[in-house]
C-alpha cells in the first residue's frame, strides 16, 4: 500500500463523530474517497456545492480542491469537444478554400480549421492561435488521443498534462500517437507538466527513432520570442522559445555573468542581475561594466526610468523648455489643453546628459512608443501614459523615456483644428504620414474582437475597399482613404477579412462592427476602455455564411 493511501487509513481529524453536513458528507469520513469515486460531472458538482466548507477538517479541504478541479477538467472536455465540432460543422466548411488562398498574397494558406478559429476567437475574445488550439486538442481527443479525453473527461488527467500530450504526439501518425499515449498516459497522475513533457518527448523517441531529426528540423523552425505580455506593475515577460542546447548555453551565460558582478561587490540579486545583464547586453548598455583590468565594476544600470532628476535629467516645464527650445507660455497651461494622445513638438532630446550604460552608437535604431499628456510631462499631474504594444505605465516611467537620451517627441493632436489630415478623398491608396499616425493612435490595437497585436504591427486596413473586385463581381462603392474607412488589423485578420470570411464595418470613425461565419456580431471599440460587446443572440431566421 502506498504512502499516501496508508496517511488517509489513519488520519487525525477533529470532529470524526461530527453531525453530516449538506449533502451527506459527515466530515473526516472518507470524503476524499467517495467523492473521488464519482464521476466527474454534475452529481459531483452538486456535491462540493452542497459541503459545508467551514465544517470540514483541514485535511479534507485539499481534496475538496482535488475534485474541484476534476470538474474544470471535464469542462475542459467538453470545451475541446466543442471547438473540434465547430470546426466539422458544414456551416463553417468553405465551398472553394483553395480559390480564396490563390487571391491572397503569395505563402497565405488558410484551412478550415483557421475559420473556425476566428469564429470562435471572436466570441470567446482570445488570439485565433489559442482558438485553434482548442480545435486540436478536441480533434486529438476524438481520435489517435481517445484515452487521454477519457482521462481528461472524468477529471483523472489536468488539461496543462492532456495539452502537453497533445502537443508532443497529436500530430504524430495515428499509430505513433496511441503508443507514446499508451506509454505516458497510466503514470501521468504522479507527474508534474513538465515531467509529462519529457516523458513525452522520451516516449516518441523511442517509439519513432527515426524521426527524431525531422521532428527537431520542423520544431527548429518555430524558434521564436514573444512580444512583451503584461505583468503588474509596469513589468511585462518575454518569452523565447530557442533549440535546447542554445537556451542552456544562454542561460549558463547570464548565470556566469550574474555570479561574477556578485562576487566584485555588487548587491542585486541573481535574479535581479541575470535579467539586468540580458537587457544590458542586447541593448548594448554593458560597455562601462567592465573596467580595463577586468574588474567588473558595479552597474548604474537601475538608474533608467527610475530617478532621472538624481543623475541630472532636467524634469518637468524646466525640461520642455531644455529639450525643445520653448518654454509653455506664462499662464496659458491649463486643465484640459493636452490630453493623453496630444503629445509635444517633434524635436531631438540632445540635451539630455550622456549617462554610462547608455545605448552605443553603433547599436541598432529602436523605436520605442510612449503616449503623454503634455501636463504630465512638465510635471502638473500624475497621468498614466500609454506605452504601445504593452499598455499603461505610470507618470514617473513614462516622463523618464520621454527624457532619455535620443528620444524624438512627435505632437499628436486629435483637434480637427489643429490642422491634422484627416480625409484624403480618393487621391491615393496608401494613407499619408499623418493620416496613418492618427489611426493608429486612435485604436491602439487590432480592431478584432480580443486581438492584442499593438497597431503599430499592424496593416492599416480600408474598411470598406478601396480596390475594385479582382473576380468581376458586379462594381460596388469603393471606399475612401480617410480616418472613418481605416483601421489597424493585423496579418492574420487582414486576410480573413480580405479573403470575406470575416466581415466588418464603421459606422462612426473608430467603432468597428464584426460579423463571424456563425453570425455572431461584436462591437469593438479598440483605443478606448470601453469591452467589446456581442451584440447578437440566435438570428431568425440563421443567417448563411457569408461565403
Same mark, same amino acid.
Given at each position: 500500500m502506498?504512502?499516501?493511501?496508508?496517511?488517509?487509513?489513519?488520519p487525525?481529524?477533529?470532529?470524526g463523530?461530527a453531525?453530516?453536513?449538506?449533502?451527506?458528507?459527515v466530515?473526516?469520513?472518507?470524503?476524499?474517497?467517495?467523492l473521488d469515486?464519482?464521476?466527474?460531472?454534475?452529481?459531483?458538482?452538486a456535491?462540493?456545492?452542497g459541503?459545508?466548507?467551514?465544517?470540514?477538517?483541514?485535511?479534507?479541504?485539499?481534496?475538496?480542491?482535488v475534485?474541484?478541479?476534476?470538474?474544470?477538467?471535464?469542462?475542459h472536455?467538453?470545451?475541446?469537444?466543442?471547438a473540434?465540432?465547430?470546426?466539422?460543422?458544414?456551416d463553417?466548411?468553405h465551398?472553394?478554400?483553395?480559390a480564396?488562398?490563390?487571391?491572397l498574397p503569395?505563402?497565405?494558406?488558410?484551412v478550415?480549421?483557421?475559420?473556425?478559429?476566428?469564429?470562435?476567437?471572436a466570441?470567446?475574445?482570445?488570439?485565433?492561435?489559442?482558438?485553434?488550439?482548442l480545435?486540436?486538442?478536441?480533434r486529438?481527443?476524438?481520435?489517435?488521443?481517445?484515452?487521454?479525453?477519457? =482521462? +481528461? /473527461?472524468?477529471g483523472r488527467?489536468d488539461?496543462?498534462? %492532456? @495539452?502537453?500530450?497533445? !502537443?508532443?504526439?497529436g $500530430? #504524430?501518425?495515428?499509430?505513433?500517437?496511441?503508443a507514446?499515449?499508451?506509454?505516458v498516459?497510466?503514470?501521468?497522475?504522479?507527474?508534474?507538466v513538465?515531467?509529462?513533457?519529457?516523458d513525452?518527448?522520451?516516449?516518441?523517441?523511442?517509439?519513432?527513432?527515426?524521426g527524431?531529426?525531422?521532428?527537431?528540423?520542423?520544431?527548429?523552425?518555430?524558434?521564436?520570442v514573444s512580444?512583451?505580455?503584461?505583468l503588474?506593475?509596469?513589468?511585462?515577460g518575454?518569452w523565447?522559445?530557442?533549440p535546447?542546447?542554445?537556451?542552456?548555453?544562454?542561460?549558463g551565460?547570464?548565470? =556566469? +555573468? /550574474?555570479r561574477?558582478?556578485r562576487?566584485?561587490?555588487? %548587491? @542585486?540579486?541573481?535574479d !535581479?542581475?541575470r535579467? $539586468? #545583464?540580458?537587457?544590458?547586453?542586447?541593448?548594448g548598455?554593458?560597455?562601462?561594466?567592465?573596467a580595463?583590468?577586468?574588474?567588473v565594476?558595479?552597474?548604474?544600470?537601475g538608474?533608467?526610468?527610475?530617478?532621472?532628476?538624481?543623475c541630472?535629467?532636467?524634469?518637468?516645464?524646466?525640461a520642455?523648455?531644455a529639450?525643445t527650445?520653448?518654454?509653455?507660455?506664462?499662464?496659458?497651461?491649463?486643465?484640459?489643453?493636452?490630453?493623453e494622445?496630444e503629445?509635444?513638438?517633434?524635436?531631438?532630446a540632445?540635451?539630455?546628459?550622456?549617462?554610462?550604460?547608455?545605448?552605443?552608437?553603433?547599436?541598432?535604431?529602436?523605436?520605442?512608443?510612449v503616449?503623454?499628456?503634455?501636463?504630465?510631462?512638465?510635471?502638473a499631474d500624475?497621468?498614466?501614459?500609454?506605452?504601445?504594444?504593452?499598455?499603461?505605465?505610470?507618470a514617473?516611467?513614462?516622463r523618464?523615456?520621454?527624457?532619455?537620451?535620443?528620444s524624438?517627441?512627435?505632437?499628436?493632436?486629435?483637434?480637427?483644428l489643429s490642422?491634422?489630415?484627416?480625409?484624403?478623398?480618393?487621391?491615393?491608396?496608401?494613407?499619408?504620414?499623418?493620416?496613418a499616425?492618427?489611426?493608429?493612435?486612435?485604436?491602439?490595437?487590432?480592431?478584432?474582437?480580443?486581438?492584442p497585436?499593438?497597431?503599430?504591427?499592424?496593416?492599416?486596413?480600408?474598411?470598406?475597399?478601396?480596390?475594385p473586385?479582382a473576380?468581376?463581381s458586379?462594381?460596388?462603392?469603393?471606399?475612401?482613404?480617410?480616418?472613418?474607412?481605416l483601421?489597424?488589423?493585423c496579418?492574420t485578420?487582414?486576410r480573413?477579412?480580405?479573403?470575406?470570411?470575416?466581415?466588418?464595418?464603421q459606422?462612426t470613425?473608430?467603432?468597428f462592427i464584426?460579423?463571424?461565419?456563425?453570425?455572431?456580431?461584436?462591437?469593438?471599440?479598440?483605443?478606448?476602455e470601453?469591452?467589446?460587446?456581442?451584440?447578437?443572440?440566435?438570428?431568425?431566421?440563421p443567417?448563411?455564411?457569408?461565403?
Amino acid at each position: 500500500m502506498s504512502d499516501d493511501v496508508q496517511e488517509r487509513n489513519a488520519p487525525d481529524l477533529d470532529g470524526g463523530d461530527a453531525d453530516a453536513v449538506a449533502g451527506g458528507a459527515v466530515p473526516g469520513d472518507g470524503l476524499g474517497e467517495r467523492l473521488d469515486a464519482m464521476p466527474a460531472g454534475a452529481a459531483l458538482l452538486a456535491e462540493l456545492e452542497g459541503l459545508d466548507l467551514g465544517a470540514l477538517p483541514s485535511y479534507e479541504l485539499p481534496e475538496v480542491v482535488v475534485q474541484a478541479r476534476r470538474i474544470a477538467a471535464h469542462a475542459h472536455a467538453l470545451e475541446t469537444t466543442a471547438a473540434a465540432a465547430l470546426a466539422r460543422h458544414p456551416d463553417l466548411r468553405h465551398p472553394d478554400l483553395a480559390a480564396v488562398c490563390r487571391s491572397l498574397p503569395e505563402g497565405t494558406a488558410f484551412v478550415h480549421a483557421d475559420i473556425a478559429a476566428a469564429d470562435l476567437s471572436a466570441r470567446l475574445l482570445v488570439p485565433p492561435g489559442e482558438a485553434k488550439m482548442l480545435i486540436r486538442e478536441g480533434r486529438a481527443y476524438g481520435d489517435a488521443l481517445a484515452d487521454t479525453g477519457a =482521462a +481528461l /473527461a472524468d477529471g483523472r488527467i489536468d488539461p496543462a498534462k %492532456a @495539452r502537453a500530450i497533445v !502537443q508532443g504526439a497529436g $500530430d #504524430e501518425p495515428a499509430h505513433v500517437a496511441a503508443a507514446v499515449e499508451a506509454e505516458v498516459l497510466p503514470r501521468v497522475a504522479g507527474r508534474s507538466v513538465k515531467q509529462v513533457r519529457a516523458d513525452v518527448a522520451r516516449a516518441l523517441n523511442r517509439v519513432d527513432p527515426e524521426g527524431v531529426a525531422d521532428r527537431h528540423r520542423a520544431a527548429r523552425d518555430c524558434r521564436v520570442v514573444s512580444r512583451p505580455r503584461i505583468l503588474q506593475d509596469g513589468m511585462a515577460g518575454l518569452w523565447a522559445v530557442l533549440p535546447a542546447a542554445e537556451a542552456v548555453r544562454v542561460d549558463g551565460m547570464l548565470d =556566469a +555573468l /550574474a555570479r561574477r558582478s556578485r562576487e566584485a561587490g555588487d %548587491a @542585486r540579486t541573481l535574479d !535581479q542581475l541575470r535579467a $539586468d #545583464e540580458l537587457v544590458d547586453r542586447l541593448l548594448g548598455r554593458s560597455q562601462n561594466v567592465v573596467a580595463p583590468d577586468g574588474t567588473v565594476l558595479p552597474s548604474q544600470r537601475g538608474w533608467a526610468y527610475e530617478d532621472p532628476d538624481a543623475c541630472g535629467a532636467p524634469a518637468g516645464a524646466a525640461a520642455v523648455a531644455a529639450l525643445t527650445g520653448v518654454a509653455p507660455p506664462d499662464g496659458e497651461e491649463r486643465e484640459g489643453d493636452a490630453r493623453e494622445g496630444e503629445p509635444t513638438e517633434t524635436a531631438p532630446a540632445e540635451a539630455a546628459p550622456a549617462h554610462p550604460g547608455h545605448v552605443c552608437p553603433s547599436s541598432p535604431r529602436t523605436v520605442v512608443h510612449v503616449t503623454l499628456a503634455l501636463s504630465t510631462l512638465m510635471g502638473a499631474d500624475d497621468e498614466p501614459g500609454e506605452l504601445a504594444g504593452y499598455g499603461p505605465i505610470d507618470a514617473q516611467q513614462a516622463r523618464a523615456m520621454a527624457l532619455d537620451l535620443g528620444s524624438t517627441w512627435q505632437r499628436i493632436v486629435t483637434d480637427p483644428l489643429s490642422g491634422t489630415v484627416l480625409d484624403v478623398g480618393r487621391t491615393t491608396y496608401r494613407p499619408p504620414a499623418a493620416l496613418a499616425d492618427h489611426v493608429r493612435h486612435r485604436d491602439k490595437y487590432c480592431t478584432a474582437p480580443g486581438c492584442p497585436v499593438p497597431a503599430a504591427r499592424c496593416d492599416l486596413d480600408h474598411t470598406v475597399e478601396y480596390h475594385p473586385a479582382a473576380d468581376g463581381s458586379p462594381p460596388r462603392p469603393l471606399g475612401s482613404t480617410c480616418a472613418h474607412n481605416l483601421g489597424p488589423l493585423c496579418r492574420t485578420h487582414h486576410r480573413l477579412k480580405t479573403a470575406g470570411i470575416l466581415r466588418v464595418r464603421q459606422p462612426t470613425a473608430g467603432e468597428f462592427i464584426w460579423r463571424t461565419p456563425t453570425g455572431h456580431a461584436f462591437r469593438v471599440r479598440p483605443g478606448t476602455e470601453e469591452p467589446t460587446i456581442h451584440l447578437t443572440g440566435r438570428p431568425h431566421p440563421p443567417a448563411p455564411p457569408p461565403y
